[in-house]
């Protein structure tokens, strides 16, 4: 039996220690990351959203805003994350009466050596927890579900699309 060769680990350096990777030998390329979240409630709170009744004021635009705004901040928020002059970010954030809840859609966009995928990530999550926010105290019970990468373009490892989801 061949002994599997370990891979070498790219944020530990030789002592063990996490380090950010340095990324300037690879080159400058067009990406591009979506990711999606979902929450599920009441329908009476569902519907308070749809009819721009939640004390808090209006739910899906203050959510939008706090995407965009926490894409922006994502090598703040993650410790080992390149900061990325990012060229766009966009936030959908939909309802879904079938699902019971709300969807959140982040799409992504940088010109750089390295990608947006926790930017996409990290706004469709801070997205969800503005809509938790600003609903919970009409219901409490609410979930954030399924936060995750659905499609990323760029880069060495190329195209990536998680199966069953449509970007």
Partial sequence: ?????????????RSGRSRMVDVSRK??????AIARAAIRMR???????EANQIAKGDVLTLAQVAGVMAAKRTADLIPLCHPLPL????VRITTDRAAGGVVVETQAQTVARTGVEMEALVAAA?????VYDMCKAHDR??????VRLVHKRGGRSGIYTRSGENP
Avoid: S
Avoid at 1 to 13: F, G, I, N, Y
Avoid at 27 to 32: E, F, K, L, N, Q
């Fill in 87 to 90: 060229t766009d970010i966009q």
């Fill in 126 to 130: 801070v997205a969800a927890l503005t």
């Fill in 27 to 32: 080159p400058t390329t067009a990406r591009v």
């Fill in 1 to 13: 039996m061949k002994a599997r060769r370990r891979k070498k680990l790219t944020h530990v350096d």
């Fill in 43 to 49: 329908r009476e709170t569902l519907a308070l959203i």
């Fill in 141 to 146: 019970d609410m979930t954030i579900e399924r």
